[in-house]
């Protein structure tokens, strides 16, 4: 599986943005995918997760409300849909990966070995 992330930019706050992920290979519905974002100094941390079949969607505490995580599965496209963005959602983020999280471990960024390359999101005030 390899990951191809854009969709980054310069945004005020208030604005919305779209993160977009190409998953290569063939993508199949137990694959997780996750999307999880650093920021200068501080550890990366989880942000939505799904399986590409679309029926498990879980977001971070930050991400609930405001963030959506879209499956477009005849692009093989995992898409992060952020409105509201404030400007501590600065940050890289990075699109992820695996055909063997389970399920309670979705939200686990030692779960997946597949990375994207990151994409950075910069929200001014």
């Known amino acids: 599986v390899q990951l191809q992330a854009s969709g980054g930019g310069l945004v005020q706050a208030g604005d919305s943005l779209r993160l977009s992920c190409v998953v290569s290979?063939?993508?199949?519905?137990?694959?997780?995918v996750a999307w999880f974002r650093q920021a200068p100094g501080k550890e990366r941390e989880f942000v939505a997760a799904?399986?590409?079949?679309?029926?498990?969607?879980t977001y971070a505490e930050s991400a609930k409300g405001r963030f959506t995580i879209v499956i477009e599965n005849s692009k093989n496209t995992v898409y992060l849909q952020m409105n509201s963005l404030r400007p501590e959602d600065t940050a890289v983020y990075y699109c992820?990966?695996?055909?063997?999280?389970?399920?309670?471990?979705?939200?686990?960024?030692?779960?997946?070995?597949?990375w994207g390359q990151g994409t950075e999101v910069t929200v001014s005030s």
């Open positions: 992820a990966a695996d055909p063997s999280v389970i399920l309670s471990n979705l939200r686990s960024r030692a779960a997946y070995h597949n």
């Open positions: 799904n399986r590409f079949s679309g029926n498990y969607a």
């Open positions: 290979g063939r993508p199949f519905g137990r694959l997780a």
